[in-house]
């Protein structure tokens, strides 16, 4: 019994898509209920669950403008449909709709309308088809679809979303990529003939996806704050998860100072015909170093304490520069190099450790 509830306390903590299922379900169960008191809600009470969906697959501060910005939406491609079926009429209807299409689709990217800019054309295709051009069509499916989405945002602020575990998930996967390329190129560099820094780019670009993912996750955690009580119980988590986003963002950037350092081929000053090139004696400490920077990344991402992994990789830095004797060409690259994998090393700061507890999604 106890080995069930704590498996169903961790799929509830680390799967919100549970927690937005039911608060979906709940908010489409009341406004379809409720909104057959409406006066005039009898032909079209289907829109009010649909608003209730839009309202509650967000945070509180995001329910409340992308409902706003559905109605919008829902309002502007009705009433293109209504002027374009007034002004052509239904004996060219292959017109009709061509230029509703056109003109929905047009404004669908309006700034105001923001992610929700699709319904623009849905609205004004449903304002033709399903209301045949009258504008009192899109009174209803804006007002039955705000209706459904105010009862959506009621319910998340009852039980307002707290997206730390998304969150935490995306940090997790951006730490666990980053590790993975500052292997890869260690061991490219002394094993294996060094790619292009266009190759590099081309065939690694998970780790940008890796980051746009995490920035939006943390951007989330940071909506929630409005209008959520309950949010500041976890504020020491979502510092923290701030801290760790930040912390690799700056890490990724120097990783990747680093590896055009190593890949794209450097001009010596002075000597316009000559490149400066990292030996093979070089190489070996430096991929040592990013080898240990990329255990420190998987140290901290498992509970573990990473300082011993990153005392290493700096060790292994000084003795790189006590041990050789660098010619000039060679030097600025070298230090360059080093430079770039200590602040990586200094960005790395330790806290606490990763929070050991995760609120309700």
Known sequence: MHAARRWLLDRWMNHPRIALALRAAVAAAVAWTTVRFLPGSQDYPYYAPFGAIIATTS?????????LQAVGA???????????????GDEVAALTIGLVVALSVSVAGWKP????????????VFTLIIGHGEAGFIGAYGGLTLYGALVGILVNMIAP????????LAIG?????????????????VEFELPTLEQWHREHGDLG????SMQRAVARVHESLTGNARARRHRQAMDQLTQEAESLERISLLVADVSDLVLRPHGVPGYPSMQAALTDEVREPIATAMVRLADG?????????PDPELAAADAELNRLLEAQSFRTHEQMLVHSVVLALRRALDTFIREDGPES???EP
């Not at 979303?161 to 935490?168: E, H, K, Q, S, W």
């Not at 996806?209 to 746009?212: K, L, N, Q």
């Not at 990344?297 to 304490?305: E, M, R, V």
């Open 173 to 189: 996967e951006t730490r666990t990529v980053l590790a993975s390329q500052l292997r890869e190129l260690a061991e490219l560099m």
């Open 113 to 124: 309308l923001g992610a929700m800019g699709g319904w623009a054309p849905t609205a004004a």
């Open 297 to 305: 990344l998987d140290a901290y991402g498992h509970g573990s304490d």
């Open 59 to 67: 945070t509180l501060a995001g329910s409340v403008r992308e409902s």
């Open 74 to 88: 829902i309002v502007v491609g009705g009433v293109i449909a209504w002027v374009v079926d007034a002004a052509v």
């Open 161 to 168: 979303p707290l997206p730390l575990a998304p969150a935490r």
């Open 209 to 212: 996806r890796a980051r746009s």
């Open 357 to 359: 507890t995760t609120p």
